[in-house]
């Protein structure tokens, strides 16, 4: 009887192989949209962030802006200035990951903007930004 | 009981690199081209170490991501996409400047029957500190 039940459960386990190797894995999907990106006339514009900023990203995978981080303009989309980090990795994270700058539209953070594949990932809320 | 022994058997350390020491080779952590930037690839857990998925630059094989190993590439400035496939294919994208390195850890999450292995970009700061205790993989494209 024993034997039997341990081989249902392979048959079964095998069976459950072959639906899932169909299954398609990648099931987060970061949603971001095209736009258009125009490289800035001062190219000396940067500021630094004076205080922690978390940021709650796509996924639930939190960022954090660190307080002391220097930002550097270098460029401008629709929505707002395009700020890439100078001394730290910004990423956005769903099944994929995917660099990203900040959007910065009056003083606040308004989405990402992601240089590869040149969209921009809003955010539900803008967030205020401590800059020195 | 099955799955339980092929899970053990995946997380077991053999498999590990066996190449020498970072601090042996001791690579310039820059390109030695004006134009084109250093890619460091690394994986520091032994999680898993019997699953070494290839890495794909671009569409590129480039070497293989061995546990508590590494290598590095060095590729002219551009947009670039590291695509690692176990049970899944996950991607990491990041633009690349010229004389600029950047660091692409690989980590190991729980699969459905082993276990996923992907890229993640990370600080360079947190690299450098972290590839010391890696061992040289050469980029095996084998």
């Not at chain 1, 069976?15 to 490289?39: I, K, N, R, W």
């Not at chain 2, 350390?13 to 030695?32: D, H, K, L, R, Y």
């Not at chain 2, 390195?101 to 990370?122: D, P, Q």
Request: glycine letters at 10%.
């Amino acid at each position: 009887m024993a034997r039997l039940k341990n081989r249902i459960s392979f048959v079964l386990l095998v069976g459950v192989a072959f639906v899932a190797g169909g299954c398609a894995f990648d099931l987060a999907h970061v949603s971001f949209e095209p736009t258009q990106f125009v490289q800035p006339l001062d190219h000396c514009k940067t500021f630094v962030v004076a205080n922690d900023v978390p940021i709650d990203a796509p996924c639930n995978y939190d960022r954090l802006l660190r307080k002391g981080s220097s930002w550097k303009l270098v460029g401008t989309i629709p929505k707002g200035e395009v700020y890439k980090p100078l001394d730290q990795v910004l990423t956005v994270e769903c099944s994929n990951i995917f660099e990203a700058y900040l959007v910065v539209s009056e003083g606040h953070m308004v989405g990402f903007y992601l240089p590869v594949e040149k969209g921009f990932v809003p955010l539900s809320k803008g967030i205020e930004l401590p800059m020195e | 009981m099955f799955f339980g022994i092929f899970i053990l058997v995946a997380s077991l350390p053999f498999g590990c690199a066996t190449g020498p020491q970072f601090s042996m080779v001791q690579p310039n952590m820059v390109s030695e081209s004006p134009d084109e930037g250093r890619i460091f690839f690394y994986r520091t857990s032994a999680l898993g170490a019997a699953i070494k998925p290839a890495v794909m630059l671009n569409g590129e094989k480039v070497g293989k991501a061995i546990a508590k190993g590494f290598f590095f590439v060095d590729r002219p400035a551009g947009d670039y996409e590291v695509v690692t496939s176990t049970e899944v294919k996950r991607k990491v994208s990041f633009v690349l400047e010229k004389g600029q390195t950047r660091f692409i850890k690989f980590n190991v999450s729980m699969g459905f029957f082993a276990g996923h292995v992907y890229g993640e970009l990370v600080d360079e700061s947190v690299g450098m500190s972290e590839i010391v205790n890696c061992k040289y993989t050469g980029g095996d494209t084998s």
